[in-house]
């Protein structure tokens, strides 16, 4: 029997071509910076830099000091505690408020075209500038203002060691969920007027209608929402670098800020960067797990649509 | 014979549940006013007013913001010897980094969606299988690695090294893009083909035209992203501040005395953040679009 030749038709391999030079600048930068990047910072974890001979070394040891600090030095293990603390709360209080609100203006109710700008607003100014006003409002404002009503005399916000990190969640969560409700909202500007309309005539109003109706359609979009999120918790700066450059309390400091503010430390110094890399290859494999299983959860648990 | 006005009842009731929510959200707005116009209304006074009078009106009205604009500058050290960086060049540089960062960051990811979501080859699968699963996938402690190929590959401290190193298709807006010509009827590149025109003219004539509106709105909200950012040009720009950038450097470590109080750094806030709210005024409609994002399934 006769082998087929497999030809390409002219037109088809024109198109290829004109794919392959379409993709071609952006899959190489993504085979440089992403799988470059983390292959690279595989092998940094198995690196020691030596300051004499200004060389890496390879070594194991970096997992082993990386485990050690992850399971029993305090500073860490508070860090991480940070992290889970303040993720639950943006995404816990936010997610509910984002929700809630976006509620409301798919209701179009009353003054939701101007809240909805305000719920914007705060995305589109550098976080640098907000949390410097921020700043000062909670340190000199608001003691000043409570004084002068109730005669209360109580230190700033972030200044008091107490409700720093408090003060430092309620910024994030004040600042962070605005996009997420636009974002809802646009979701929910989907669903069919004649669905809400059933749902109307079959009694499903307020909370009745969100729970059963509304819902369940934009719950592709929660999910979506909740596995990033989850993906990010060890990478999320929490505004901390912005509120106390490169001088965090340890009592606030998150993981995203850690690595970022000991990268800056370090400067052209590689000493610090294997640790870092083990360490995030640590977090990394607690991480991707935990993702994973978030979505399989939300996907099982959630409404079939 | 009279026509009848049918009403169609679509007036939502005023349950508890929208009473709190309209509650939270005058207290939401309340505060994020309030913190603005504090923020404005101390930058006009001096450091010695604002220890007495931190939440009324000014009693001297002072214009700190010509004294920063002429005074604030920050120090780079290079091989040279130590450069003074002032406020025009932080703007200067700003303009070139959010540009051309948001061109590339738009401009990839459209024509990869586009390929992807036009023409039948399978490698587009596994690029949108990517984009989901870098969206989703938390890897942790890259800062040192990037920084070190961004280095050996001389893309360290300049801005066309950073648009360079932002040439990629990942991110959402990959996905926004790919619904949007997936969404495209065959019927237009199929008359353009048997009319003779190229895939170059295809793209160009017909496709770019239809998403023109939304490239300029993710460009737009790209724009913004990159102006208001500052922590990658701390890492990788050290001798191309940006606005932010000097803020930061202001905040934390400014050694002039003059510019080190209170009013001072809130007037560099506003400074910062007035170019994005006017062009926020004039095109809050584009960039709060219906710019959505679905469900990530499998």
Known sequence: MKKRRFKIKKSTKKDLVFYMLLILIPVVNFCIFYIGVNFNSILLAFKDFDVLTNSFTWTTANFKTAFNLLTSDYTYLQTFGNSLVMWLCTWGIGTLLALFFSYFIFNKMRGSGFFRVMLFLPSIISAIALVLIYSFFMDRAVPDLLNKWFDWKIPGFIENENTRFGAIIFYNIIMGFGVNTLMYSNAMSGISPEVIEASRLDGAVGIKQFIHVVFPMVYPTFVTFTVIGVASIFTNQANLFSFFGGSAPTNVITFGYHFYNTTMQAGSNLVQYPLLASTGLCLTVIAVPLVFIVKWILEKVGPKT | ?298
């Not at chain 2, 750094?265 to 506003?270: D, F, G, I, P, R």
Request: glycine share 6%; hydrophobic share 50%.
């Open chain 2, 1 to 298: 014979m009279k026509k009848r006005k049918v009403k169609s009842s679509t007036k939502v009731r005023f349950t508890p549940l929208t009473a709190i929510m309209l509650v939270l959200l005058v207290l939401y707005t309340v505060f994020i006013i309030w913190l603005l116009v504090w923020a404005l209304i101390n930058s006009f006074k001096t450091q010695a007013e604002f220890r007495i009078n931190i939440s009324g009106l000014p009693k001297n009205w002072v214009w700190n913001y010509s004294f920063i604009y002429e005074n604030f500058f920050i120090r780079v050290s290079s091989a040279e010897g130590e450069e003074l960086i002032g406020m025009l060049e932080l703007y200067g540089n700003s303009l070139l980094y959010s540009i051309g960062c948001a061109f590339v960051t738009t401009f990839f990811p459209c024509i990869t969606a586009y390929a992807c979501a036009r023409f039948p080859f399978r490698f587009g699968k596994v690029i949108y299988t990517i984009v989901i699963v870098t969206m989703i996938l938390p890897l942790v402690g890259t800062i040192p690695s990037e920084l070190q190929i961004a280095k050996g590959l001389g893309l360290y401290d300049s801005i066309w090294g950073i648009w360079i190193m932002k040439c990629s298709f990942q991110g959402m807006y990959y996905l926004v893009f790919y619904n949007f010509f997936k969404n495209i009827p065959k019927d237009y590149t199929e008359a353009a083909k048997v009319d003779g025109a190229s895939n170059l003219r295809i793209l160009f004539k017909i496709m770019f035209p239809l998403v023109r509106n939304l490239f300029l709105t993710v460009m737009l909200i790209k724009f913004v992203e990159f102006w208001n950012e500052y922590q990658v040009a701390l890492l990788y720009l050290p001798h191309h501040p940006t606005v932010g950038y000097g803020l930061f450097w202001l905040a934390n470590r400014s050694e002039n005395n003059g510019l080190n109080t209170v009013p001072m750094k809130l007037a560099a806030s506003v400074m910062t953040l007035l170019p994005v709210l006017i062009l926020f005024i004039f095109t809050h409609k584009k960039l709060m679009g219906n710019v959505s994002i679905g469900g990530i399934k499998g």
